[in-house]
């Protein structure tokens, strides 16, 4: 069974930086694709930014030169540094995982089968 636990989340001022982690079981890394979504309140999920089996990664235009999203394959963790981070970052963040097209590079959260419980992330002005 497929596990994800996300940590790292936290309150920062706004420029502050922030690491978060996601730890998974249940399943190899090397074989999935990972992606990092937000939720802020009152708005929809949307999606961050994924990396897929070979490395490669894409990101949401809102974070493009903030974040660096990395993955610890003999570890299985998937990683999301943050830096720069204003006050719209704020949000719960959430790691997710799917075997589906290991090598796409998607960010739409229909696209991912499984979720953890999500991280909260506030950035205060």
């Known amino acids: 069974q497929v596990q994800l636990v996300e940590s790292g989340g936290g309150s920062v001022q706004s420029g502050g930086s922030l690491r978060l982690s996601c730890v998974g079981s249940g399943y190899t890394l090397s074989r999935y694709r990972m992606g990092w979504f937000r939720q802020a309140p009152g708005k929809e999920r949307e999606g961050v930014a994924t990396?897929?089996?070979?490395?490669?990664?894409k990101y949401a235009d809102s974070v493009k030169g903030r974040f660096t999203i990395s993955q610890d394959n003999a570890k299985n963790i998937v990683y999301l540094q943050m830096s720069s981070l204003k006050p719209e970052d704020t949000a719960m963040y959430y790691c997710?995982?799917?075997?589906?097209?290991?090598?796409?590079?998607?960010?739409?959260?229909?696209?991912?089968?499984?979720w953890g419980q999500g991280t909260q992330v506030t950035v205060s002005s």
């Open positions: 990396i897929n089996r070979d490395g490669n990664t």
């Open positions: 997710a995982a799917d075997p589906r097209g290991p090598g796409a590079l998607l960010l739409g959260n229909t696209q991912y089968m499984y």
